[in-house]
């Protein structure tokens, strides 16, 4: 996969006023202040192609070393992750990371434009995003999945999400049959998925001809300590990764629209935890025509509790960095004047 990963964002249809070399990562620094705030991608069929007229500077779609940590990105670390994070995850994490705005915004290329829709919302936790979806979709046509029954007993809290079915499931393995939902919404997942692609395959699959995912996510950092957290952390995929998954699916027009809290300025360095929202559409019925082997991480396998414990409190330590971050740029959104790079 690594080998074939996106060299630059080629061929890119752009919307929104955003120049082209904005994304052309050859002449960036990819240290954020060449990067548009906010903006909406698409990567034309073709981008493989261009490959070698577009080799970046620092390269964006280069692979990483498979030899990364990221001691969270599983499912029993992140289980336990959450089983103490929902404690708090509504009131003291969210805010820093993953405001309304940021979420409606994020949902916009989500196009939930009927209330009989069917949507499923994968990875739902607390019910944070799928109060968004119930703005424009009859809560009885949502289900909220998760794999954390912590995070789930606060959505059931929740009045809006009432009448949403809501249950335990894998995003790897989904509990829906093929061509079932008219939406697949995933925010903030992704970056505990053993095998992402897998994921972005099974909401292929669960699509109905013409339906679309929209699966919003991290972004990975440039700025070398903020680099080195999340690749302690978890997966902080780059934008070419999110396009090659859903484009190696069976997606059709896809595209990506940045986005982070306001107060970062459009600062991408330090990379976002919500970064970015990705979309595609499901162009045939039926299953997705990718094969994969089997899967990454079996849970049922026992674990070393050694390594589990330490796993665990590494990937923790390495997210405390993650929650000072967004403090950090608070701060110098208030010293800095308004308009200057910050
Ligand atoms: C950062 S929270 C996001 C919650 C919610 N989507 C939101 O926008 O606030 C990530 C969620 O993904 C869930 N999760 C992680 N790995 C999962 C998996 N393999 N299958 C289902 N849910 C998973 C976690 O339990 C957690 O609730």
Redesign the pocket.
Known sequence: MASSMLNGAANLTLYRGIAPKRLNFAGSDLNGKHFPKTGLVSYGANFRARVKTLVPKCSASASRPTSQPRFIQH?KE??WF?RFL?IV?DHVI?PGH?TEDM?DEALEPADLSNRNMIVV?????????TLGIVKHVDAKNVTI????PH?LAKAKQKEPLKECKIIE????DLPFRTDYADRYV????IE??PDPQR?IKEAYRVLKLGGKACL?GPVYPTFWLSRFFADVWMLFPKEEEYIEWFKKAGFKDVQLKRIGPKWYRGVRRHGLIMGCSVTGVKPASGDSPLQLGPKEEDVSKPTNPFLFLLRFILGAMAATYYVLVPIYMWIKDQIVPKGMPI
């Open positions: 499912k992140a289980f959450y929902s995850y969210n993953w979420r919302d994968v990875g739902g936790g607390t019910g944070f995003t999945l998760d794999q954390s995070q499931g894998d995003a790897e995933s925010a903030g997942s505990y998925w994921g919003i």
